[in-house]
């Protein structure tokens, strides 16, 4: 059993945010599993986001080893709130937490997000429910590799991700039960980590007598991007309608682009300084040119099928990427254990570890290099909830 703030995960074993947790049916079936701990939503965004024949995955044939293309659900937060309460209300004897897992680069967007969550814990009393024994919980997805002109929010930590960090601690503050953590990218360099750890120190607040940090845990890692594959080595899978039109594919809303505006103001008064010096117009204008450079510098595919997925570029997850998320996990463990972040009062922030968990020799990996929980998605994909019985299974 591992404690994660106001929720607990036991066994240590999850499915990371992926595209087989989209819907209500499949969120119920991890939820059923004796051999998952906690579930993970689907990352959603406001309002949901538009797939096309463009968003889907790709397994090797000699490996469990996967390529995605995929954004985020396509399904509203509204929905998975819905869904959440049907799946929790429906199993009133059950502890398991659910991760409800967000994205967007625009911290009044998130403001709101996490506002609708913390009314479905008002209403559901999970806000007044005993430590460990929470239902709900939040990570936001900082990491998604899948936009050419969006860069993830977690590689620029202090324009883009610490804002959304910002905003994330008023919540925190209003609410310590709370359990927030933020879904990490593959880093490659040790000052990478390092920036993204620095950021997490004002987010730490005295409270009730206790200095506590509004980021309960990380997930390491997502998919590695601007990866690609030969179709001679991986299949694609649909898992939406192919009959759209192969040039229509919807590029990511204004709720995932970066922010523009300089400063927001959380409602416990912190000023959140943001980029591009107040000026919308410019920051607008910015993007827009470096999108059109962009498309120039890597235009579509002009034969699709020569690749694994019909953009060629996706996310690598599973075996191909299990060396770099060990590596991830155990730098993040030196840091979180050092006596710094012991000063600073982040120690108690926990790791859950992710990427080419396909046995469960590679589970012992993940915890040996000090992760306190473990997720899967690829070999999650491949075999379905049965996934975790052989992980789990003793």
């Known amino acids: 059993m591992v404690l994660i703030n106001w929720i607990s995960i036991s066994p240590p074993l999850l499915n990371s945010s992926c595209a087989w947790s989209s819907d209500r049916t499949q ?19 406001l309002e949901g986001f538009k797939e096309d024949y463009t968003h889907t995955v790709a397994f090797t044939n000699d490996s469990l080893t996967s390529i995605n293309a995929y954004g985020y659900s396509p ?29 967007t680069a625009e911290p009044k967007v998130l403001q709101k997000m996490l506002g609708d969550i913390q009314a ?19 990570e936001l997805n900082t990491s998604c590799p899948n936009f050419p002109d969006a860069v993830p929010p977690a590689y620029d ?16 503050v209003e609410d310590y039960t709370l359990t927030i953590g933020v879904k990490l990218p593959p880093y490659l360099m040790r000052e990478q980590f390092a920036h993204c750890v620095h950021g997490f120190v004002p ?59 300089t400063s927001t103001q959380g409602d416990n008064g912190r000023e959140h300084n943001l980029p591009n010096g107040g000026d919308s117009s410019k920051g607008n204008q910015t993007e827009t040119a470096h ?21 060629a570029y996706g996310g690598l997850g599973g075996e191909a990427i299990h060396a770099i998320a060990l590596g991830n996990v155990y730098s993040f463990r030196q840091i979180i254990d050092s006596d710094m972040l012991v000063r600073s009062g982040l120690s108690g922030i926990k790791i859950i570890g992710v990427g080419g968990v396909t046995s469960k020799d590679a589970v012992g ?18 075999n379905g909830v049965k996934a975790f019985e052989i992980l789990g299974k003793e």
């Open 120 to 138: 479905l814990r008002h209403k559901l009393l999970d806000n007044q429910a005993p430590k460990g024994k929470a239902r709900i919980a939040v």
């Open 27 to 45: 969120l119920t079936e991890l939820y059923e599993s004796p051999y998952t701990g906690a579930v993970t939503t689907r990352s959603a965004t």
């Open 365 to 382: 990996r993940m915890k040996a290099a000090g992760a306190d929980a473990v997720a899967c998605a690829t070999f999650f994909g491949k």
């Open 157 to 172: 930590p202090i324009d883009k991700m610490f804002p959304l960090l910002l905003m994330a601690a008023d919540t925190f």
């Open 75 to 103: 399904h509203p937060l509204s929905k998975y709130l819905e869904w959440v309460e049907e799946i929790l209300t429906s199993h009133p004897n059950s502890t398991k937490p659910i991760i409800i897992s967000v994205a």
């Open 203 to 261: 987010l730490v607040s005295t409270l009730d007598g206790e200095r506590r940090s509004a980021i309960s845990f990380v997930t390491s890692i997502n998919t590695v991007g601007n990866a690609m594959l030969p179709s001679s080595l991986a299949k694609p899978i649909a898992l939406v309608d192919k009959s759209e039109a192969p040039d229509t594919p919807k590029p990511p809303s204004k709720e995932l682009e970066a922010s523009s505006s």
């Open 291 to 311: 999108r059109l450079f962009m498309s120039n510098l890597f235009p579509k595919p002009s034969d699709p099928s020569q690749y694994a997925l019909p953009g």
